[in-house]
């Protein structure tokens, strides 16, 4: 984790969630150097291998101040209730680490630290504080403030194990300071009330975890297995929670495992842990570890096969970053749970509890039991692994006879009466998530303001009408960049679009490429990204056709010294086929580490489920890159057809942490159009479409406003100047 992902300050690749819960793993992991009990005795260090604590422990105290500077805490303080809630559990742990460590710790000498990370805790505590709302299904969070209510487990079990992680680890704080960040003002220009100071172990935090678990328990979410399912949305005119999601995911089994474990701390009611001990029971025998044959082991169990424990999602290949870190947080949960009951020394004295020596030899057996099916999950991880030491995602491939690639032989069906929202969040813009169902096309495309549009980008194909460039001069801020599968930019696109050179293809020679970009940026032109090779598995429709190694040969000369200049480098942006997949690999292997692209662009033409799932194998096979969506369409569609898919993969692009760009197909009038005229932006008469408008950010009266600019060119033909023959493209 920190030798490959890390760069120094962050994970770069990781969304905000799951870099929060990075972040906790490497605080938990300096915390495992002492026992479970005694929490602030400073004396249990001398328990340490003396030699290797100091290169150990100081590396993740560094690791860990370096991270809070640089956390996106604007991003994730306004996300989902989840979101907010692995940011508390993450600066507590590093509260508790630095708290126990402070005399060893040369970056705590005035104790700011510990202050800064507990407030940080606070800060993100108070976004769910008070939003146990017993209006609707008689408490619990709801999951997402932006869309329907949605009672989820996770965010019901991070607010248990967050709230009596509050209660045990927060220090204290007297700062009243509410905002994320110093910028948050700023840039939202909302006001937030100021916070009380509290004290440490605020018995509201108790009470709050008590109440949390007691409706979550009584709320009825486990199936017939005993495993527990995703959540529960609320009919119309319904209060109660009526309709379960019967999804189940890997995490969901885990995360309250911690939850319970600090609430026996806190309370010593051994309820909680005979709770836990069957969960975990539970979610072992789901794995097939206690089938009576090997065949019926090899069945899926309802959370893996053969005693391995997999996602849904693991199989395909279509894990979003989301679900590949989900079996990691299963385990991170049952490990604090499984920690020693304490028989001499609280886990902080005179506020917690003992147990008897019965009780803590029941545990600790307990606990054991389950040594051997987490020796037999951890083995399997690491038969996974690449050459770089990497470890796959469907840990249970090599039992399966499969490499990480996709099985979709092997994938299991889904649960009855569930939808996958977190491998499919296009399901989000849809009933029951979204707030309301969007009758009209017009309606969908005034409901597509984006989350994110500075990533949308022009896709640039040059016409015969010139004056249609006009109409993305004034495309009001919403597109920021363009590419035009040249080295040149466009004369008649304004400077305000950054423009992104291409090299769109090579037959071996010296193409100037390198020479042409180090120009315009030793010229002052900002150059900050190139893109590679267009469709180099393809020999029609405009693909570049190159032989992986004249490819990687090319790009060592004319693309990779571009590094050394700053600028960030796009691999080859192959078909949305099989094939596809193919070329691209052998290209890598031939280029013998010596080509270092920075993100990988993506070409797809089909339905949106494809699209959604061909982006999940992309981040699967390189996990550690962005992404950029450099074509895509649905061709020859109807128009609703049309819009409809425009209208989700913007929403999923939009809402995506790891796609930074992306640019439609269909910047040319309609009446040229290769791909239907319903994918076009323009009208034949070079008027921007609905869809035209919507996608550059303007509304009805601005687009005919912008489509004028255009409407006095004279029509020279119905055909369009294809430059160098290669714009063209169905993947």
């Given at each position: ?369 389950y040594l051997p099916w987490v020796e037999h999950n951890a083995r399997a991880a690491i038969c996974t692994h690449n050459e770089n030491g990497i470890i796959g995602g469907w840990w249970g491939a ?116 390198y020479k042409n970009v180090k120009g315009f940026i030793d010229g002052g032109r900002k150059i900050e990204y190139v893109l590679g090779f267009n469709e180099p598995d393809g020999c029609s429709n ?190």
């Open positions: 984790m920190q030798t490959f992902y890390w760069n120094g300050t962050s994970w770069p690749s990781t969304i905000q969630w799951v870099g929060a819960f990075l972040d906790t793993l490497l605080g938990s992991s300096g915390n495992s150097w002492l026992p479970g009990v005694g929490d602030y005795d400073k004396r249990l260090l001398s328990t340490l291998d003396r030699p290797a604590r100091p290169e150990t422990l100081y590396k993740i105290f560094s690791d860990v101040a370096a991270y809070f500077e640089s956390e996106d805490t604007l991003q994730v303080f306004d996300a989902a209730y989840d979101d907010a809630q692995w940011v508390v559990l993450e600066w507590l742990e590093a509260t508790k680490l630095f708290r126990r460590f402070q005399d060893h710790n040369p970056y705590d000498n005035d104790k700011c630290s510990v202050a800064r990370f507990a407030h940080r805790a606070r800060v993100f505590y108070n976004v769910v504080q008070g939003r146990f709302n017993t209006s609707l299904c008689g408490g619990g969070l709801t999951w997402n403030p932006a869309l329907a209510t949605y009672k989820n487990a996770i965010t019901n079990e991070l607010f248990i194990s967050s709230s009596i992680a509050m209660y045990l680890y927060f220090p204290g704080d007297s700062n009243t300071d509410p905002y994320p960040s110093p910028d948050y003002y700023p840039l939202t220009n909302v006001t937030l009330p100021m916070l009380p100071v509290v004290q440490a172990h605020d018995p509201n935090y108790l009470q709050t975890a008590i109440k949390a678990y007691d409706w979550f328990k009584s709320h009825n979410f486990t199936n017939a297995q005993g495993l527990i399912v995703d959540g529960f949305h609320i009919s119309k005119g319904q209060t109660t929670c009526d309709e379960r999601n019967e999804m189940v995911y890997t995490y969901n089994q885990g995360v309250v495992l911690s939850g319970l474990r600090n609430l026996w701390d806190a309370t010593g009611k051994v309820s909680y842990l005979v709770d836990a001990y069957a969960l975990i029971d539970t979610a072992i025998n789901a794995t097939g570890w206690n089938a009576k044959t090997v065949v019926e082991a090899a069945l899926w169990s309802g959370l893996g096969r053969n005693g391995i424990m997999e996602d849904y999602c693991d199989a395909p290949a279509t894990c979003t970053q989301d679900a590949q870190i989900f079996k990691g947080i299963y385990f991170e949960h049952l490990g604090r749970f499984c920690e020693l009951l304490p028989t001499n020394v609280s886990l902080i004295p005179g506020l917690t509890n003992i147990a008897s020596p019965a009780l803590a030899a029941s545990h600790a057996s307990k606990c054991r039991s090599n039992l399966s006879n499969h490499s990480q690639n996709t099985a979709l032989y092997r994938a299991a069906t889904l649960p009855s009466g569930s939808e996958d929202i977190r491998n499919q969040p296009w399901l989000l813009d849809r009933d029951p998530w979204a707030f309301a169902v969007l009758a009209t096309a017009t309606s969908i495309l005034a409901d597509t303001v984006s989350l994110d549009s500075s990533k949308r980008g022009l896709c640039y194909v040059k016409g015969e009408n010139a004056a249609d460039d006009a109409i993305w001069d004034n495309a009001n801020g919403t597109l920021t960049w363009y590419y035009n599968y040249q080295a040149q930019p466009t004369s008649g696109i304004d400077d305000r679009l950054q423009f992104v050179p291409m090299l769109w293809g090579t037959n071996g020679q010296n193409s100037g490429f405009g693909g570049s056709c190159i032989n992986p190694q004249v490819a990687a040969s090319t790009w060592r000369t004319e693309i990779e010294p571009l590094k050394e200049l700053g600028v960030r480098l796009g691999a080859p942006a192959v078909t949305g086929s099989p094939q596809g997949f193919t070329w691209l690999e052998n290209f890598f292997a031939a280029c013998d580490g010596g080509c270092t692209a920075d993100f990988i662009p993506v070409h797809w033409y089909g339905n949106f489920e494809g699209l959604a799932s061909h982006m999940g194998q992309v981040n699967a096979s390189y996990p550690n890159q962005t992404m950029w969506i450099t074509e895509f369409g649905l061709p020859q569609q109807s128009a609703a057809a049309t819009t409809e898919f425009f209208n989700q993969s913007l929403s999923y692009f939009d809402r995506t942490p790891f796609v930074t760009h992306y640019s439609w197909f269909g910047a040319f009038r309609a009446d040229v159009s290769n791909v239907g005229p319903n994918s076009a932006l323009l009208t034949s008469k070079g008027q921007l479409t609905n869809m035209g408008a919507s996608y550059v950010g303007l509304t009805e009266a601005e687009a005919a406003k912008a489509s004028s600019a255009s409407s006095t060119a004279t029509i020279a033909g119905w055909s369009m100047f294809v430059v160098a023959a290669m714009f063209w493209i169905l993947a």
